[in-house]
Nanobody
Framework: VQLQASGGGLVQAGGSLRLSCVASGSIFSINTMGWFRQAPGKEREFVAAITWRAGRTYYADSVTGRFTISRDNAKNTVYLQMNSLKPEDTAVYYC???????????????????WGQGTLVTVSS
């Protein structure tokens, strides 16, 4: 599965952005799609995830109530709507594919086998 992320940019604190991630290839092998982010000098961290069939969603505490993950199965695309952005949300955002429930916890980076190239989100204060 190949993943192509887009939608990052520069936004002021309190603003909004929507990230997109288009999947191509063996779409049938997607169990969960996730978004992670990595700020300079920090580890890559979980942001949100959505199960491909049921559309069940999961969020990190730091983004709950501000970010919304969704998917469009017909377009093989997952979105991350980010509202009320804060400077601490500044990071490179990556989309990723978790192939199976047996791959490990959806909150863990190592459970995802394919990654997009990342898109930079910068939130100015």
């Amino acid at each position: 599965v190949q993943l192509q992320a887009s939608g990052g940019g520069l936004v002021q604190a309190g603003g909004s952005l929507r990230l997109s991630c288009v999947a191509s290839g063996s779409i049938f092998s997607i169990n969960t799609m996730g978004w992670f982010r990595q700020a300079p000098g920090k580890e890559r961290e979980f942001v949100a995830a959505i199960t491909w069939r049921a559309g069940r969603t999961y969020y990190a505490d730091s983004v709950t109530g501000r970010f919304t993950i969704s998917r469009d199965n017909a377009k093989n695309t997952v979105y991350l709507q980010m509202n009320s952005l804060k400077p601490e949300d500044t990071a490179v955002y990556y989309c990723a594919r978790r192939p199976s429930d047996y791959s490990g916890s959806l909150y863990i980076r190592g459970s995802y086998s394919d990654w997009g190239q990342g898109t930079l989100v910068t939130v100015s204060s």
